[in-house]
């Protein structure tokens, strides 16, 4: 079955980096887009990063452009987003999703807290 496990988070203070990986199973991962999403406390899910699966082209956020990389290694079935520059804004759960035919998946999710 598909499966998408996200590691990586954890507290960090501000202006630092952290870079969270997602491991993909039970599905041809070179095949498919991945996307970044994360959840703040009483905030709607946004869409933080989108990385194609072809060739690897990428979008973002408008707040985190700059800031913020993904990155994917098939050979290794793992989509990565670095992130440097934190603030405290960026405190959320991130989720690793992907949309496969008639389904979409998430992971369940990291915790990344910035704070001094």
């Known amino acids: 079955q598909v499966q998408l496990v996200e590691s990586g988070g954890g507290l960090v203070q501000p202006g630092g980096s952290l870079r969270l990986s997602c491991v993909a199973s039970g599905f041809t991962f070179s095949s498919y887009a991945m996307r970044w999403y994360r959840q703040a406390p009483e905030k709607e899910r946004e869409l933080v990063a989108y990385i194609s699966a072809l060739y690897g082209s990428t979008k973002y956020a408008d707040d985190v452009k700059g800031r913020f990389t993904i990155s994917r290694d098939n050979a290794k079935n793992t989509v990565y987003l670095q992130m440097n520059s934190l603030k405290p804004e960026d405190t959320a759960i991130y989720y690793c999703?992907?949309?496969?035919?008639?389904?979409?998946?998430w992971g369940q999710g990291t915790q990344v807290t910035v704070s001094s």
């Open positions: 999703n992907t949309l496969l035919p008639f389904l979409e998946y």
